[in-house]
């Protein structure tokens, strides 16, 4: 069943006008950065959404006037970085299957890895009135972007688990340590005694909690494991993590990746070292795109329903704005799609 936080139990306008001991219209007028608010009656308003973890309603986001028909989405990633992985452009494809057709627009903003630039960004969004909501991708640790929303008045949606309970919304599949069980089980079928873990950078929630399963796993099935941290999700990090995995005395006979497009350039970092895939390394991905089925030898991965997360998030903020609950279709869990790239060690 999708799991969706935060749709019911939330504080209302009026509590936060009455903590504050203020109107219902001031509060709006500091959420929506309208009209005349004397400084120490905006602070008050700004306290009260923070200690009750306000979020705008359909009703206040009403107060605005006029809807833009416009979802936002800001991504703290290079532009070279998306140009290569279809990671994200799949999950859009998700989130645009169900706005187009409520005629909602989607305005994407690339703003590098610089932290002050994203926040920039939600606060033009917000001042200059151009959007209806946010989604929020790549959920961080001590993830600051919940309590900016807030005070900025702007409805928003997490694809992921938040770092900490949070009334913020957000969206993930069911079961979410599926996959990565079934492939660590994989490899030990097969054979493998020696594995290594290639994962992303650890600020990022699902970093942290993708390795503790596969390091759960490992020690379950009795295998020897490194993890391996790169910076980014650049397949020149991932190239550089296989040589380092590859140069050990004891090599691992088995890498899994924190994506699909890490683990192509694995593949490829390994028979530029005069190996073969999978005779004598096997390769697992993740996220299940469609690229892993036309690389030789096709990829096996931990497949993920993109699609399904980039709709249930479109879906349940158009729900929130209306002011109705969510009904998103159900998200399939992560599972493993085994195909060429793993076999028997030596096979």
Not at 25 to 34: G, Q
Not at 254 to 265: E, H, K, P, S
Request: proline letters at 7%; one cysteine or more.
């Amino acid at each position: 069943m999708t799991a969706v936080r935060g749709s019911t139990g939330r504080p209302t306008i009026s509590d936060v006008a009455a903590l504050a001991g203020v109107s219902v219209s001031a509060v709006s007028k500091v959420v929506n950065n309208k009209g005349r608010i004397a400084e120490p009656t905006r602070r008050r308003v700004l306290d009260a959404v923070e200690k009750l973890q306000w979020s705008p309603s359909a009703a206040a986001v009403a107060l605005r006037g006029a809807r833009t028909r416009a979802i936002g989405m800001v991504s703290r990633r290079s532009p070279d970085l998306l140009s290569y992985d279809p990671h994200f452009g799949v999950l859009i494809s998700g989130i645009e299957r169900e706005l187009a057709p409520l005629d909602y627009g989607l305005l994407l903003h690339i703003v590098g890895e610089e932290e002050d630039a994203e926040r920039r960004a939600y606060r033009r969004l917000a001042e200059e009135r151009r959007v209806d909501g946010v989604i929020l991708t790549e959920s961080l640790v001590r993830d600051p972007r919940f309590d900016l929303l807030r005070r900025l008045g702007l409805p928003s949606v997490l694809i992921g688990m938040p770092w900490r309970d949070d009334p913020v919304a957000s969206v993930l599949a069911p079961d979410q340590e599926r996959g990565l069980v079934e492939a660590v089980r994989h490899l030990a079928s097969l054979g493998h005694r020696r594995v290594a873990y290639v994962c992303g950078p650890e600020d990022r929630v699902h970093t942290g909690f993708r390795r503790r399963i596969v390091e759960e796993q490992v020690r379950r099935h009795g295998l020897s494991a490194v993890v391996l941290t790169v910076p980014d999700f650049t397949t020149e990090g991932a190239a550089a993590a296989t040589d380092e995995a590859l140069s050990a005395a004891e090599r691992p006979t088995a890498i899994l990746f924190a994506n699909d497009m890490m683990a192509i350039a694995g593949i490829s970092a390994a028979r530029r070292r005069g190996l073969e895939v999978p005779r004598d390394l096997s390769v697992v991905g993740h996220d299940g795109l469609p690229l892993g089925a036309l690389v030789q030898p096709r990829l096996t991965t931990v497949g993920h329903d993109l699609v399904g997360l980039g709709r249930a998030a479109a879906l349940t903020l158009v729900a929130a704005l209306d002011g109705v609950p969510a009904d998103v279709p159900a998200i399939a869990p992560p599972g493993l799609v085994v195909r060429e790239s793993t076999a028997p060690p030596g096979a």
